[in-house]
């Protein structure tokens, strides 16, 4: 299955992305749930999801209504939402991976405001949108998200318009995009659209540029669509909905680019630490190679697996962490895909329930693949003493025997 985000006539916004969701049928009652848990610790907030019709067509709206208790800052932000998460939703494993999106998504919107404000992150504070708005539409966003399993989805996106004239901010009057908008979206192809008003916000940037795999000018061949349309606030003279397709892809096919550097001069820690620090800025997957470089000097080729759109800023991370001054670039290389899912299995260890993920990978119908992640190895061998390598066969032996 794939998703097309297509935002070429609405544009984007945090509150649009959960009707749309919604509308392909994530549960409103526990979405709702979710936003009110979150949001309620910055501001008052009010959450009604109906349908409405918007230029003759049926969408899902999500009106979220907020007041904030005061401005805070971005590491304080994420301090409270990691707080809430380990008060409220200590076990939820479904809350976690929404949890862990919607941080990405707020370190993108706090990045492009430290770039245009020339603040760092300690300094700056969530205001231009509302905190609890913020938090609002990016939990709602998230938790909807992975509620419909899009995260095991291959996913598209279509240009975004982003309106034109000028918007009203407490900075004053400025262009549209607003100057965040477009620092998020530098790397996303994009078109003004047709209405003379703002299409775009930082919110509905950030959560796009978070979960696109891929951006594409023309829908690809598809089949079997389910079509889910989430309303904008404002009456336009275009549809104003985003709109989501999820449907079969005719073939399974994929492509990436490489990042390669080779290095002489890093030691073993920085090595080590390279490892989170890519994969934290998304990067699919890293190895390091010792090799020989010139001059016989022992040294290191460093290589990652990338988005196509993730290159750039993957670069610019790589050659601030290594202090390299080149890095190859091998673009859209062309793999073979197996049918791939990640689904969460209880096993019964010495009379206790864990929840471990597991990745699963098939080929025509057959499991090949059986690997449960490391975290939660490692999580239930610290809690039941039995070792890394027993708990992983454990998990393995008893997921096989479920599915006979």
Do not use: W
Not at 56 to 72: F, H, K, L, P
Not at 109 to 115: D, G, K, P, V, Y
Not at 178 to 202: D, R
Not at 238 to 266: G, H, M, P, W
């Amino acid at each position: 299955m794939v998703l097309i985000i297509d935002p070429q006539a609405s544009g984007l916004a945090g509150n649009m992305f959960i009707g749309a969701f919604v509308d392909l049928g994530a549960d409103k009652n526990k979405v709702t749930e979710v936003i009110k848990t979150y949001a309620d610790e910055f501001g008052e907030v009010r959450v009604d999801i109906s349908l409405k019709s918007k230029s003759g067509v049926m969408t899902t709206y999500a009106d979220i209504q907020t007041e904030d208790e005061s401005a805070r800052h971005y590491d304080e932000l994420i301090r409270k939402i990691d707080e809430i998460t380990e008060n409220v939703y200590p076990e939820d494993m479904l809350i976690a991976k929404s949890v862990e999106l919607a941080k990405r998504i707020f370190k993108t919107i706090a990045l492009a405001e430290s770039e245009v404000h020339g603040q760092s992150l300690d300094e700056l504070h969530f205001h231009e949108v509302g905190c609890a708005d913020a938090v609002a539409d990016i939990i709602g966003s998230s938790y909807a998200y992975h509620l419909l399993g899009l995260d095991k989805q291959k996913i598209y996106s279509l240009p975004v318009a982003v309106g034109s004239g000028t918007v009203n901010t407490q900075h004053g009057i400025l262009p549209v995009p607003a100057p965040a908008v477009i620092n998020i979206l530098k790397n996303v192809p994009t078109v003004g659209g047709i209405p003379k008003t703002e299409l775009t916000t930082p919110t509905g940037a950030s959560i796009l540029v978070n979960i696109t795999d891929e951006y594409i000018s023309s829908q690809p061949l598809l089949y079997d669509k389910k079509i889910g349309y989430g309303a904008g606030k404002k009456d336009l003279e275009v549809l104003n909905a985003l709109r989501l397709i999820q449907a079969s892809e005719s073939v399974d096919k994929d492509s990436i680019s490489i990042l390669e550097t080779n290095v002489d001069t890093l030691s073993g820690e920085v090595l080590g630490s390279l490892y989170d620090t890519m994969l934290d800025e998304g990067a699919r997957d890293i190895s390091i190679t010792p090799t020989i470089m010139k001059k016989n000097r022992p040294g290191h080729i460093i290589k990652i697996i990338a988005r196509n759109n993730d290159v750039e800023h993957l670069t610019r991370t790589l050659m601030k962490e290594t202090g390299t001054l080149g890095v190859r670039i091998i673009p859209f290389v062309h793999r073979g895909v197996s049918k791939r899912e990640i689904i969460t299995f209880t096993v019964d260890i010495n009379g206790k329930n864990y929840e471990s993920r597991f990745k699963l990978g098939y080929v025509d119908d057959e499991l090949i693949k059986c690997s449960p992640e490391y975290d939660d190895v490692k999580r239930i061998s610290d809690d039941c003493g039995l070792s890394v390598k027993d708990v992983q066969l454990l998990l393995e032996e008893e997921y096989k025997k479920s599915i006979r």
